[in-house]
């Protein structure tokens, strides 16, 4: 007699294990659809990160030219000194409207 009351009870077992297994099973689904959708969004950022790099690769090369800029600079500052002792030179002497001397 106890063999007829143990079936009713491995059989609900069984379907308790069954339902665990779906429902984990679901889960594991879901978190693959998942992993899928952010490994294709990495692909899509990885993409544009290339293609930007590209980009600033280009736009860097001119870089070492920028080491012929500081004596370039010197020559125009010495320049706008001489023009400026000039503008001094032109405007010495005069005074502006309503100033006296």
């Known amino acids: 007699?106890?063999?007829v009351i143990a079936a009713?009870?491995?059989h609900a077992a069984w379907q308790i294990v069954l339902g665990m297994g779906a429902v984990v099973l679901v889960v594991v689904i879901i978190l693959m659809m998942l992993l899928l959708s952010l490994v294709k969004d990495i692909q899509a950022s990885v993409a544009s990160l290339l293609e930007t790099?590209?980009?600033?690769?280009?736009q860097t090369a001119n870089?070492?030219?920028?080491?012929?800029t500081p004596p370039v600079?010197?020559?125009i500052i010495e320049e706008a000194?001489?023009?400026?002792?000039?503008?001094?030179a032109l405007t010495d002497g005069y005074t502006a409207a309503g100033?006296?001397?």
């Not at 790099?53 to 280009?58: E, L």
């Not at 870089?63 to 012929?68: D, E, R």
């Open 99 to 101: 100033e006296t001397v």
């Open 8 to 10: 009713p009870d491995t």
């Open 73 to 75: 600079l010197n020559l």
């Open 81 to 88: 000194i001489i023009q400026d002792g000039y503008m001094n």
């Open 1 to 3: 007699m106890i063999d």
């Open 63 to 68: 870089i070492p030219k920028l080491a012929a």
């Open 53 to 58: 790099a590209g980009i600033v690769a280009s």
